[in-house]
């Protein structure tokens, strides 16, 4: 079993990060905002699970533990394949996940891309008295929030270097002006309205 890997980026894209680890590149699939938050020619450090199918080995990575137990929870529960727990992820923080079962909002599982009613209900059942939420948090609302796609945003930003007050007005203004906007849409528009030549002012 596989259950980490660090090494060289040598891709980021969509989510997919290919690391070369002792000159061997390994691809993993993980959620577009942890791919984007890493940069080619670095290093890197991904938690890994490898999925065994009887024509495929697939590796699935996460930056946290948390992310990556929330996947494998995710995973046990009855019709969501590694491509479905892996887009419940994309879309929503592994505590997020974890106030939307406590308070049995299925509603936030449906909006994930290929989960259905039912499927949505089967994981709020399932995995009840699995997940912490943490202290003080506030019940999920009915449906994925808005806030998720900017909270995925923000910290790919901040892990590309700009300081969070710069990613969050960023991410405020473009989400102000297209509220159901997906993340990497998000993500691609405002690297573009911080740019290149305004980076290292932004980071600061």
């Known amino acids: 079993m596989i259950s980490s890997l660090r090494g060289t980026v040598l891709s980021a894209l969509g989510g ?11 691809s993993v699939l993980t959620t577009p905002a942890a791919a984007l938050s890493v940069r080619i020619g670095d290093e890197a450090r991904l938690l890994t699970t490898l999925v065994v199918r009887e024509d495929s ?13 929330v996947f494998e929870v995710l995973m046990g529960v009855t019709g969501v394949g590694p491509k479905s727990a892996l887009g419940v992820l994309a879309a929503l923080s592994p505590d997020q996940i974890a106030r939307a079962v ?12 290929g989960i259905g009613p039912k499927t949505a209900k089967l994981i709020v059942l399932s995995l009840t008295g699995k997940l912490l939420v943490a202290p003080g948090a506030a019940p999920a609302p009915a449906s994925v929030p808005v806030s998720s796609t ?11 270097g700009w300081s969070e007050r710069v990613a969050a007005t960023a991410v405020e203004e473009i989400i102000g002006e297209t509220p159901d906007i997906t993340v990497p849409v998000a993500l691609r528009q405002a690297l573009s309205r911080l740019g290149p030549a305004t980076q290292s002012g932004s980071r600061s």
């Open 150 to 160: 900017g909270e995925s945003v923000i910290a790919a930003l901040v892990g590309l």
């Open 102 to 113: 406590a308070t049995e909002d299925d509603a936030a599982f449906r909006k994930v891309s």
């Open 16 to 26: 997919t990060v290919v690391l070369e680890v002792g000159g061997v590149g390994f």
């Open 57 to 69: 080995l697939t590796l699935f990575g996460f930056p946290t533990g948390e992310e990556l137990s």
